[in-house]
């Protein structure tokens, strides 16, 4: 058949693709196509196939491959929307992934709290080794910060700024954390040090300046949730670096992969987890709640969170592998 | 950039994903010039958003200043995200010069890809001005910076379409001959896309191009465009 009788038998044909596919471009991304739409989408298909085997023009086949890409796109949308899976991700399936991450988990808690705890030990024997971390100005800063009775100085407003200035900073802390972990896990792992030595100092110095109570009231509730979000950051990062490092039977590229898919359903969880830091921290820890509440509901909180890693969904987890 | 799967010749980007339907998509992976102009653009609207919002936000005192922090957030981290998910692919910038995000199965990207090649831009931008994104880029055929390569994804050329009533370039109505010697099919391509383009091509460089068949043809110049012009009809049906 020569070219011109090709396109002049299926013209019609043609024109009602065309004319379905600009329907379904102009509407929404999840509007389900026309019944007939796979069907007509198949036969340009074949009609693509048919004019590359038969030598038609370039134009023709460019054409016919424009049209097929379109439908394409259309008909193969991902799977998945997030709207479905949420209640599932939190109940069972994000306490589940950071369980069978636990030895992960270990090792970026040895690299966070690590240092906190040793610069405890360190500054409450030599005091003024805080100024080999921190500027002195930094310290004064931070002291006149914690001087303060908690909840003087600061209205409703200033809540509502803390509360996204803590969403902006904690949330590109921990988004960072991840990304560095392409890097072999190197970039995850010296951010976590990072932080871990600025807390320490910070904490240390504060609580043997005598300033614990203000210090401590205020950290301990928001912290049950970032402390440990920044952590799950850096095991979604180390777990990309881990992968690239021992790819066991996998190439390395398929195993980066493999970790980027885990890794990225980790980080939605610690998004979550830090917005509900960043309200804790801009409307609780800073009210003027008397010290005992705040210890109390603290104490509450880290061990609602330890007791969610540890518990949460653990007869659920083998209902599916976790999509 | 004939669809018939890349053979030894093969010495463009094309990138062949066969579809569930048994045929291929040629997909053009595009390079890092359009894309890193694709990303100036997408800097100025963000720059711009965030001055308009700012001179808007500025006038509600600390509220406002709370929502240009959160805006900073939305658009410095999930701009490209939510472009990509829910705008077929592509950002504003992305738009502009026909590029959009695909899996490498040819499939429109999801939130999970899309969350990870745009979180790791960060590296890709180390150690400056996203040197590690264009050294991955020219280190494969597909053109992926390292976030692509985690993701599975790239950014394709859309595919162009030459012109809407499907029977692409028509040539213009002539005289009509059939070729001398059996052609095949490749050989009557070869001629079909020197008719088609000839329209775009001044007569000076048709008629050196068609010399080039001068043996086949039996003329030189123009006389031998005009022949090449003829076979072409007949060879694709029109009717004189």
Same mark, same amino acid.
């Given at each position: 058949?020569?070219?011109?009788?090709?396109?002049?038998?299926?013209?019609?044909?043609?024109?009602?693709?065309?004319?379905?596919?600009?329907?379904?471009?102009?509407?929404?991304?999840?509007?389900?196509?026309?019944?007939?739409?796979?069907?007509?989408?198949?036969?340009?298909?074949?009609?693509?196939?048919?004019?590359?085997?038969?030598?038609?023009?370039?134009?023709?086949?460019?054409?016919?491959?424009?049209?097929?890409?379109?439908?394409?796109?259309?008909?193969?949308?991902?799977?998945?929307?997030?709207?479905?899976?949420?209640?599932?991700?939190?109940?069972?399936?994000?306490?589940?992934?950071?369980?069978?991450?636990?030895?992960?988990?270990?090792?970026?808690?040895?690299?966070?709290?690590?240092?906190?705890?040793?610069?405890?030990?360190?500054?409450?024997?030599?005091?003024?080794?805080?100024?080999?971390?921190?500027?002195?100005?930094?310290?004064?800063?931070?002291?006149?910060?914690?001087?303060?009775?908690?909840?003087?100085?600061?209205?409703?407003?200033?809540?509502?700024?803390?509360?996204?200035?803590?969403?902006?900073?904690?949330?590109?802390?921990?988004?960072?954390?991840?990304?560095?972990?392409?890097?072999?896990?190197?970039?995850?792992?010296?951010?976590?040090?990072?932080?871990?030595?600025?807390?320490?100092?910070?904490?240390?110095?504060?609580?043997?300046?005598?300033?614990?109570?203000?210090?401590?009231?205020?950290?301990?509730?928001?912290?049950?949730?970032?402390?440990?979000?920044?952590?799950?950051?850096?095991?979604?990062?180390?777990?990309?670096?881990?992968?690239?490092?021992?790819?066991?039977?996998?190439?390395?590229?398929?195993?980066?992969?493999?970790?980027?898919?885990?890794?990225?359903?980790?980080?939605?969880?610690?998004?979550?987890?830090?917005?509900?830091?960043?309200?804790?921290?801009?409307?609780?820890?800073?009210?003027?709640?008397?010290?005992?509440?705040?210890?109390?509901?603290?104490?509450?909180?880290?061990?609602?969170?330890?007791?969610?890693?540890?518990?949460?969904?653990?007869?659920?987890?083998?209902?599916?592998?976790?999509? | 950039?004939?669809?018939?799967?890349?053979?030894?010749?093969?010495?463009? &980007?094309?990138?062949?994903?066969?579809?569930?339907?048994?045929?291929?998509?040629?997909?053009?992976?595009?390079?890092?010039?359009?894309?890193?102009?694709?990303?100036?653009?997408?800097?100025?609207?963000?720059?711009?958003?965030?001055?308009?919002?700012?001179?808007?936000?500025?006038?509600?005192?600390?509220?406002?200043?709370?929502?240009?922090?959160?805006?900073?957030?939305?658009?410095?981290?999930?701009?490209?995200?939510?472009?990509?998910?829910?705008?077929?692919?592509?950002?504003?910038?992305?738009?502009?010069?026909?590029?959009?995000?695909?899996?490498?199965?040819?499939?429109?990207?999801?939130?999970?890809?899309?969350?990870?090649?745009?979180?790791?831009?960060?590296?890709?931008?180390?150690?400056?001005?996203?040197?590690?994104?264009?050294?991955?880029?020219?280190?494969?055929?597909?053109?992926?910076?390292?976030?692509?390569?985690?993701?599975?994804?790239?950014?394709?050329?859309?595919?162009?379409?030459?012109?809407?009533?499907?029977?692409?370039?028509?040539?213009?109505?002539?005289?009509?001959?059939?070729?001398?010697?059996?052609?095949?099919?490749?050989?009557?391509?070869?001629?079909?896309?020197?008719?088609?383009?000839?329209?775009?091509?001044?007569?000076?460089?048709?008629?050196?191009?068609?010399?080039?068949?001068?043996?086949?043809?039996?003329?030189?110049?123009?006389?031998?465009?005009?022949?090449?012009?003829?076979?072409?009809?007949?060879?694709?049906?029109?009717? &004189?």
């Amino acid at each position: 058949m020569k070219q011109a009788q090709f396109v002049a038998s299926r013209q019609q044909r043609w024109e009602r693709y065309q004319r379905q596919l600009a329907s379904l471009q102009s509407g929404r991304r999840t509007a389900a196509p026309p019944a007939d739409f796979p069907a007509q989408y198949r036969r340009l298909c074949n009609d693509l196939a048919v004019a590359i085997s038969r030598g038609y023009s370039l134009a023709l086949v460019q054409q016919l491959q424009a049209w097929v890409q379109a439908g394409h796109a259309r008909l193969y949308q991902p799977r998945a929307t997030l709207r479905g899976n949420i209640a599932a991700f939190f109940s069972h399936r994000f306490p589940a992934q950071v369980r069978a991450e636990w030895r992960l988990v270990a090792l970026c808690s040895l690299l966070f709290f690590g240092p906190i705890l040793w610069l405890f030990w360190y500054i409450g024997s030599t005091p003024e080794f805080v100024y080999r971390v921190l500027s002195p100005d930094m310290v004064a800063q931070y002291e006149q910060m914690y001087a303060r009775e908690p909840g003087s100085g600061r209205g409703a407003e200033d809540d509502v700024f803390m509360f996204a200035f803590y969403i902006m900073n904690n949330i590109g802390v921990a988004l960072r954390t991840f990304a560095g972990g392409l890097l072999f896990g190197i970039g995850s792992g010296v951010i976590l040090l990072f932080n871990g030595v600025m807390i320490g100092a910070v904490a240390a110095h504060l609580t043997f300046e005598g300033l614990h109570e203000s210090f401590w009231s205020f950290v301990i509730g928001h912290g049950a949730l970032e402390l440990p979000a920044i952590v799950l950051a850096g095991v979604a990062g180390a777990r990309m670096g881990l992968n690239l490092l021992l790819p066991g039977r996998l190439s390395r590229l398929a195993a980066l992969r493999q970790a980027a898919r885990q890794a990225v359903r980790l980080l939605y969880g610690v998004m979550a987890m830090l917005l509900l830091a960043a309200g804790l921290e801009a409307f609780w820890s800073a009210s003027a709640a008397p010290v005992a509440v705040k210890y109390g509901v603290g104490a509450l909180l880290w061990l609602a969170v330890i007791a969610y890693f540890l518990l949460a969904g653990r007869h659920a987890s083998h209902l599916d592998d976790g999509r | 950039m004939v669809a018939q799967s890349g053979g030894p010749t093969a010495i463009d &980007t094309r990138y062949p994903v066969e579809t569930p339907d048994g045929i291929e998509l040629a997909l053009h992976p595009a390079g890092p010039v359009p894309r890193a102009l694709a990303w100036l653009i997408d800097l100025l609207i963000r720059g711009g958003i965030m001055i308009a919002l700012g001179m808007v936000l500025s006038l509600l005192g600390a509220a406002g200043m709370a929502l240009l922090v959160l805006a900073w957030f939305v658009i410095n981290w999930w701009y490209p995200v939510l472009f990509e998910v829910l705008s077929g692919g592509a950002t504003p910038g992305k738009k502009a010069f026909g590029l959009r995000v695909l899996h490498e199965d040819g499939t429109p990207v999801g939130w999970g890809p899309s969350v990870v090649r745009n979180l790791l831009r960060q590296v890709d931008f180390l150690p400056a001005a996203y040197a590690a994104g264009l050294v991955s880029m020219l280190c494969n055929r597909r053109f992926q910076r390292l976030g692509d390569l985690a993701a599975g994804t790239l950014v394709v050329y859309n595919a162009t379409s030459t012109n809407a009533s499907g029977d692409g370039g028509d040539l213009a109505p002539g005289r009509v001959e059939a070729p001398p010697l059996p052609l095949s099919p490749d050989e009557q391509q070869v001629i079909l896309s020197f008719a088609e383009r000839s329209g775009k091509l001044n007569p000076e460089r048709a008629g050196e191009l068609a010399s080039l068949l001068s043996p086949l043809t039996a003329s030189h110049g123009a006389d031998s465009a005009e022949r090449l012009l003829a076979w072409a009809r007949w060879i694709k049906g029109t009717a &004189t």
